[in-house]
């Protein structure tokens, strides 16, 4: 299989398309996606810094990918 950044645009698509029928064919299979769990601990929030500098790597991991391409 090809890398998404070598495909054609029909070619996306299509793999696109397969991959939401083949989501679709599991749930069919295995009944509904998983639910909430109640045991599980609520997500505690992040804090502003944490979330400040998660952005700025996130930016510049893009950036630098973005480069490469």
């Given at each position: ?29 295995q009944g509904r996606p998983p639910e ?34």
């Open positions: 299989m090809q890398t998404p950044a070598g495909m054609s645009q029909e070619e996306r698509e299509r793999f696109r398309q397969e991959l939401n029928s083949a989501r679709r064919d599991v749930y069919r299979e909430f769990d109640p045991r599980r601990l609520p997500q505690r929030p992040m804090p502003a810094e944490e979330r400040e500098r998660l952005r700025r790597d996130i930016l510049d991991a893009n950036r630098d990918f973005e480069r490469r391409r």
